[in-house]
Structure formats: C-alpha cells, structure tokens
C-alpha cells in the first residue's frame, strides 16, 4: 500500500491541509467571536461553492449539479458507474465551528491529490460532493440537500419551507428544486463522509480517526405557545395567560424527561412576541431538538414532553400546538463496510448523536463516515477544533479508504 501509517498524515500533508484550509478559513468568520456565519445560498456559502468549483477545475475534476443545490466534481469517466462519492457540507450553524462540514469537502480534494501523488489510477471514479443546507440553519430542515436528493423531501414540501425573512428555499436557490434524483444515485457505489467529531470519544481513544457506527434517531419540534398580551404593571399575577411561563416549565420538563432516559434534549432557539420588556407576550416559539439511542425512547421522550406542556397550558389559560419539523430514524451505517474501513485503518469504531448527510444517504446506497479527533469534543461552538496534524490524519485515512473502494 502507498501509505504506510493511515492514521498520522505526513508532515507534507499538514503543510497542505493547513495552505489550502487557509484558503477558506476566513470566508463567513465572525471577527467578533470567531464563529461562523455560513447559511445556505448566503453570500459566505456562495463564496465557498465558488471556491468549490476553483479546487475541482485546478484538478481537472468537472462540476455538475443535481438540481437541488447539492455539488459534484468528478474525477474518471464521466459515463461509468458505481463512483465513490466523499464529501460533506459547507453551511453552518449560526456561529458554528470551522470545521463542521468544510472538514469533509477539503480533506476529499486533499485525498485526491494524496492518490494522484502516490500514482494511484482508481478503477472506479471517485466524486467529490458538497450538499446544500445540511444544519437546517436556514429553512428548519436538515439535510435539506441530500434529503430532496434522495427523495426523503419533496420539492412542493421544500418550496414551502421560508427563511426567518420569509425568503422561500427555490427564491434563494433561484430555481425550483429537482427533488429525487434516482438516476444520480444509481451512479454511485459508496459514500463516505468524513466530519470532526462532535464529542470527546477520540480524545479517550487517544486516537486521531475514528469509523462510525451509527446515529442516534433524531428530531425538531416546533411549540407555539400563545396566550394574552398584556400590560406588565397593570395586569393582576392572577390574571395573566402568560406563555412565557408555560414555555419555560417545558423547557424544564424536556430537560428533566431527557435525563430519566439518558436521552437528549435542548431547546436553543426561542421567538418571543411581541419581546417588549413590559409586556406579557402574545406567542412564544421554541424549538425542541430530541435525540435518543433508540426510536422508541424517543417517540417516549417527545411525548412526555409535549404531555406537561399541554398540561402547564391549561393551568396558565395558554395554548399550546406542536409540530414535527423534521424527524430522521436511526441510521445503522453498512456494518460490512465500516468493519473493513476499520480494520483498514486500524481505528476505534463509534457511534454519535449528531446528523449527517451521510445518514440519509445511508439509506440508499453502501454508507460510512470517519470522524477526526476533537481535542475539546465541542461543537456548534466557535470553540469547535481539530489539529493540523490530526486533519492531516484525516486526509490520509480517507485517501487510504478512497483507494480501497475504489478499485475493482
Ligand atoms: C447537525 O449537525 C445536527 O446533528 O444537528
Ligand atoms: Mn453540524
Ligand atoms: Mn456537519
Ligand atoms: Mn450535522
């Protein structure tokens, strides 16, 4: 094999990794707080599709779309099927870390150049993806991209999906969404997405990559709360209908329904109407996202939590309505595939409760991911890191694994 130790990059990789990382690090950059502000189609996410198709045309790699705002530079025949596919996502989280998705799409031209040096002509064709909207920071879908791709979303329910300025996803797209693409699909083989780890797992492993497993199932669910808008000074405690209040017992009934199942559950955005400081509020939005290790002790958990909240309603004259946003099942990644990848590079194999498109891509064809040690195991975070030296790891285990898959 051209690479003796998968998992330690040689030092000319780091080199490279952090030369062409640079090339992006400031693209969407908060000065401020150092986070990250790239949404889909916003001018930051633009800039980094720009810089996409810059990478794939310096190799010689052809770009194609697939109608829904999803990237693919292709390296081999353009007609033959049965491609790898690697890659991830650009967008972030409202002040998210530098390397939740862009990890995955630079390290994939990384390991590209990491095969063309060590001379290495793949049977297969091997296609790097860049998929639109995977936080679901913008239009409240996650995996927006590969979810129309796959057909898990359709385009009617997408062109109706609005931004918080009620920008419309085909508006800001400036077309309306393909949806499935079965004959794309057809054309690939494998996907396999590398992403830093969002956790503290590779840290105890004292190991720089890992295989995954698994995602936990997971889901958004949306509660309004309405009740009476009032005046602060005036009204009597006794007769208020504050949604407020009921909002905030939910918040601590999610919390508390989350730890009795060694679940979890978080409710970090909020919209209050009218948000006068004196006045009780007319509406309280807030968003749950739940997650748990079985769909089961989800759907409990959701439930438990919508239960008390509709009850605190009622004790507060409120009312309160709630709606699935989104809602992905558990995802069991190829165990054949991932046991290979791991024997292969020698790594730790481990499960993880965060969302990828890799999860709903896993669902039509061959799937694996390989995450890459986060010293802190924070993400979502400004604080959100990876070492040079362990990236450079990453780009060298995935070209190691593009190798594999991509020879007949
Ligand atoms: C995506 O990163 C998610 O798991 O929320
Ligand atoms: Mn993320
Ligand atoms: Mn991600
Ligand atoms: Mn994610």
Redesign the pocket.
């Known amino acids: 094999m051209f690479i003796k130790n998968a998992l330690q990059g040689a030092p000319a990789t780091t080199t490279r990794f952090r030369e062409l990382w640079d090339e992006i690090a400031p693209i969407g950059r908060d000065a401020r707080t150092g986070g990250y502000l790239r949404y889909a189609f916003g001018e930051p996410e633009r800039r980094l599709r720009e810089w996409f198709r810059v990478q794939a045309e310096r190799r010689g790699m052809p770009v194609t779309g697939d109608g829904n705002g999803n990237l693919f530079a292709r390296w081999g025949d353009p007609d033959a099927t049965g491609a790898v596919l690697t890659g991830s996502?650009f967008d972030s989280v409202p002040q998210g870390g530098a390397y939740?998705?862009p990890l995955g799409i630079v390290s994939a031209f990384l390991a590209v150049d990491e095969l063309r040096a060590a001379g290495v002509a793949p049977d297969r064709p091997i296609v790097v993806g860049a998929f639109v909207e995977?936080?679901g920071a913008r239009f409240g879908v996650?995996?927006l991209g590969s979810r129309l791709l796959t057909g898990a979303l359709t385009p009617e329910r997408a062109a109706g999906l609005r931004d918080a300025d009620g920008v419309a996803f085909a508006e800001a797209f400036g077309d309306r969404p393909a949806g499935a693409r079965p004959d794309l699909l057809a054309g690939f083989a494998t996907f396999v997405e590398l992403?830093v780890e969002q956790g503290r797992a590779l840290v105890d492993r004292d190991a720089p990559v890992a295989v995954a497993t698994a995602i936990w199932p997971h889901g958004r669910w949306r509660f309004d709360i309405t009740g009476e808008p009032n005046h602060a000074g005036t009204t009597r405690m006794a007769d208020r209908r504050d949604p407020m209040l009921t909002y905030a017992f939910t918040v601590l009934a999610a919390n508390k329904e989350a730890r009795l199942r060694g679940a979890h559950a978080t409710v970090g955005r909020v919209n209050v109407e009218p948000n006068a400081t004196n006045a009780v509020p007319s509406r309280v939005t807030g968003w749950l996202d739940a997650r748990a290790a079985e769909e089961g002790t989800l759907a409990e958990l959701v439930e438990a939590v919508r239960a008390k909240a509709v009850e605190r309603a009622r004790r507060d004259g409120t009312e309160v309505i709630v709606t699935e946003e989104s809602a992905t099942p558990l995802v069991g990644f190829d165990a054949g595939l991932g046991g290979r990848l791991a024997t292969l590079l020698d790594a730790p194999t481990l499960p993880t409760a965060?969302?990828?498109d890799a999860g709903v891509l896993a669902g039509h064809l061959p799937t694996a991911m390989l995450f890459v040690r986060n010293p802190t195991g924070v993400s979502h975070s400004p604080a959100e890191s990876a070492t040079d030296a362990d990236c450079a790891a990453g780009v060298t285990a995935l070209a190691r694994v593009l190798a594999e898959l991509a020879a007949r």
């Open positions: 996502h939740d998705g995977e936080e996650p995996c992403h965060a969302g990828h």
